[in-house]
């Protein structure tokens, strides 16, 4: 049986985040990685609002400081160069990772193989054993396996499906097309997402907000009508992807050894979705406690910013149909550096102060009490 100091369950964005720091730090621990999935995908995008210096900076596909959201025939344009709108591709910091691994003999990634059983001993060193019959041990798992969720209100699921296409030219290759609202079968916000990546590709998406996961059918029959309506030649598709993310506060989990990292441990804003700069802060701070203390940390959450958003989504549950134009109004009227930080989870008084002077006040009231008595 092999031991290790660090056990990661899941090879996604908080591991390579965390390894890579550790990586650059040559942190003399080592550590294993468990990863139920045999083939290298780059199904994921990772998207938001720099600056924010992190150790795949270098490797960001594009970087844009337009961004619009719009509404039947409202549309609001900003453009804020001092926080860039990012982009980067999950396969080229899983390349990245994994080079930094294999570089460490006493580092390993185990593809292909899933955690069966675990048990810790007297030690406090946990015994794992893996689908395959393999065991190993470690003295800290970093679990990022998503935990089953039951969603209530005001809580909700954004459901998205995208493609990346290539094509001919395209019109607008400055301009991220962050919300433009779609009509849809649902009374629940649903809109169409473009990233102009070059002249010649884009990676489009619907989104809808729901209280159950959305039926993928359904939502790539809107995508389709939304590419043919637009004239968006889709024929040429490179690659797929598609989820279901829970926009509720996800509990920090810190016990006996085992902590849940990522989105599973809490990285997630719940009214956004935006995870990946998140993440980057908690490896910053999780790096250094192992370099200075030897023990990981948990990802932290704001109970202000997670009530806020709870709020936010309780005036989307008492009012849907309203939803786009809430959203177009709170874009056009707050500050792009105050809401993108606000967004980001990095705000300070004076955003949080800025945005909730562009939402309705008779509206957000009522929810912020629905949503208080909820709670107590």
Known sequence: MK???LAFIGFGAAAMSLIARLAQ?????SLVVIEPDAIERNDRTWCGWGPNQHPFSDQLTQTWSRWAVSQAQQSVIRDAPETPYEMLHAGVVRERTRAMIEARSDWACLTDRALAHSHQSADEVWQLSLNTGEALSARWVLDARPPALSLTRPWLWQSFLGVEIQGPAFEDNDTVRLMDFVDAETPWPTFFYELPISASRRLIEITQFVPEPSDM???????HTELNRRGIDHTA????ELGHLPMAPIASYNQNHWLRIGAAGGSMRPATGYAFHAIQRWADACAHSLITQQQPIAPKRSRLLDWLDG???ESLWRRPEQASQRFVTLFQQTPPAALTRFLMGRANGVDIARVLLALPKGPMIRAAIAHTMRRT
């Not at 730090?25 to 621990?29: I, K, M, Q």
């Not at 598709?237 to 797929?240: G, K, L, M, P, V």
């Open 311 to 313: 709020v936010f989504l």
């Open 3 to 5: 031991p290790y100091d």
């Open 25 to 29: 730090a040559n942190w003399p621990g």
């Open 217 to 223: 059918k359904a939502l790539e029959s809107t995508l």
């Open 237 to 240: 598709i490179i690659r797929q």
